[in-house]
């Protein structure tokens, strides 16, 4: 109960700090001039809204094909999986990690084996860090030949084959088996308890993660989509510039997503990234001669997508974990009664 009070007050003091950055860069560079261009948006809010459809499904596909064929779901049942998730990670102080738990939990009620979720999830991360690498990679030569800035070139393909080696490292520790040394560890700490067969079912997981990476068509048609999605996310930043009054290429967009991308990702523990995102688009946009007001409002755009997609997702979580509860309890009640009976 105390580590949970510690992380709970560590969450909250990250996000109050992220928060007073967001309200400084406002102070700094005019609330009114922000406003001002957030309201000319008008149809591009609804249009930016509209067009994540297109990047949630690539999220989607690129999940599916992961599955063995036999036993992959339905594109609707993982495409709602995948929006719910996407909105937990993307507004609970749970960091990206508890949209993952979310979407392999919703999974397994298909029917599919619970290894089978869990390892595609697994692999799923493991794929999307690694193209989400490959488009920071292209984000940043794209500002080196719009900027003119060669002295980015080497910083940038320096950090970007340190993160290549960190994912390379991730992927053999999972073929090695990871899992079942984690929670054998586990195991061997608590001394039973209830907790021995926690190796038996990380060998299980990290079987089924070795038989999906095994499927190599899978894993690259996966990685292939993954990148398309980060590009078509892009769209919705070259529409809400075009909205704002700011007239810039798509290169600029998506040079704005993926550095903008990457620093929340390098920033997760900060609930939503809050502050560090706008901060990222203001340095990068005013690298591409994009105002800092200008740079703001694109962020609180993209603010009212994640809003208008987070919240309805996070409270379809609420009402299915609810029903789960619900239905839970009374065959809990019928279980319990017959054994009370027995006793009398």
Not at 81 to 92: I, P
Request: charged residues 10%; proline residues 3%.
């Amino acid at each position: 109960m105390e580590a949970r009070r510690k992380i709970v007050l560590t969450v909250s003091l990250l996000g109050l700090a992220g928060a007073a950055i967001f309200v400084a860069l406002l102070l700094r560079n005019g609330i009114g001039d922000v406003m001002q261009a957030v309201a000319a948006a008008g149809w591009g809010l609804l249009a930016v809204v509209l067009m994540h459809f297109v990047p949630l499904y690539l999220d989607m596909l690129s999940w599916r094909v992961l599955f063995p064929v036999e036993s992959r779901p339905g594109r609707w049942q993982l495409l709602w999986m995948r929006w719910v998730g996407a909105s937990v990670g993307t507004l609970l102080p749970a960091t990206q990690v508890g949209g993952d738990i979310v979407r392999a939990r919703l999974a397994a009620t298909t029917g599919v084996p619970v290894a089978i979720c869990a390892a595609s999830v697994v692999v799923d991360i493991t794929v999307s860090v690694f193209a989400q690498i490959l488009f920071t990679m292209t984000g940043l030569g794209l500002l080196a030949w719009v900027t003119g800035r060669s002295g980015l070139t080497g910083p940038a393909i320096v950090g970007s084959l340190v993160a290549i080696m960190a994912v390379g490292a991730f992927y053999a520790i999972q073929r090695f088996g990871l899992f079942r040394m984690v929670l054998g560890l586990v195991s061997h700490i608590t001394r039973g308890g209830g907790w021995g067969s926690l190796t038996q079912h990380g060998a299980t997981l990290d079987e089924a993660i070795r038989k999906l990476y095994a499927l190599r068509r899978g894993v690259a048609a996966s990685c292939v989509l993954t990148y398309t999605s980060w590009i078509a996310g892009s769209m919705e930043v070259w529409i809400a510039l075009y909205a704002v009054g700011a007239h810039a290429s798509f290169a600029n967009a998506v040079i704005l997503e993926s550095v903008g991308q990457g620093v929340r990702a390098a920033m997760f523990f900060i609930p939503g990234a809050i502050g560090i995102q706008e901060g990222g688009y203001v340095v990068v946009g005013a690298l591409l001669g994009i105002p800092a007001p200008i740079a703001l409002a694109l962020s609180l755009i993209r603010r009212v997508r994640e809003l208008s997609f987070g919240v309805p997702g996070v409270l379809t979580w609420q009402v299915v974990e609810s029903r789960r509860a619900w239905r839970k309890r009374p065959a809990e009640s019928e279980s319990i009664a017959p054994s009370t009976s027995t006793s009398s």
